[in-house]
């Protein structure tokens, strides 16, 4: 004779059946809960870390692309364990906080990217003509080098040929001047 699904388990084996169904619950609202709070750990650095403006997904961030940045399912945290306590108390408050303080919409990091393209070709033309003027600098530099030393051998030519003149004068004979009487 065949036993129904009720009778088959003795009463200890179905409380032990019962006790482990708990703690794999239990253990799977932790493993959710962490790999939700790493995701969003994650996601407030690469925010941080791109000047406010959430890089992925277009710059969008909603609770959708929060559950697949944590690799957890889209219907996950509207089950009666995590809607009211999980996903109330810090899902949501957090999404409200990020999304206040952070570009999180693809139109605004659309605008912001426009924004900061703009700021960086800014920074890029201010570089550019620093670095023009720098080189007409380093020419106008180059140019009184050059005419120093076109000044210099002549004046080494002249010191040359009055030396020459001074020996010839004094017959070889070499003559200190005197230093004149300061006042």
Do not use: C
């Not at 559950?67 to 889209?74: P, T």
């Amino acid at each position: 004779m065949k036993k129904n699904g009720s009778e088959k388990y003795s009463q200890a084996a179905k409380d032990l059946i019962r006790r482990k169904a708990l703690d794999q619950g239990s253990n799977r609202y932790d493993s959710v809960v962490q790999a939700v709070t790493a995701a969003m750990h994650r996601i407030e650095l690469e925010i941080k870390g791109n000047g406010g403006v959430y890089p992925s997904n277009g710059g969008g961030l909603t609770l959708n692309e929060l559950l697949r940045r944590s690799d957890v399912g889209l219907k996950t945290l509207f089950g009666p364990k995590y809607k009211e306590g999980f996903k109330r108390e810090v899902v949501d408050p957090w999404l409200e906080k990020i999304k206040t303080s952070a570009v999180t919409s693809r139109r605004e990091a659309a605008k912001s990217a426009i924004k900061r393209a703009s700021e960086w070709r800014e920074m890029y033309d201010d570089l550019l003509q620093s670095h023009r003027k720098s080189e007409l600098d380093l020419q106008e530099a180059r140019r009184r080098l050059a005419e120093a030393e076109r000044h210099l051998v002549t004046y080494k030519r002249e010191n040359d040929e009055l030396k020459v003149a001074l020996s010839e004068a004094t017959g070889g004979k070499v003559v200190r001047l005197s230093k004149p009487a300061r006042p």
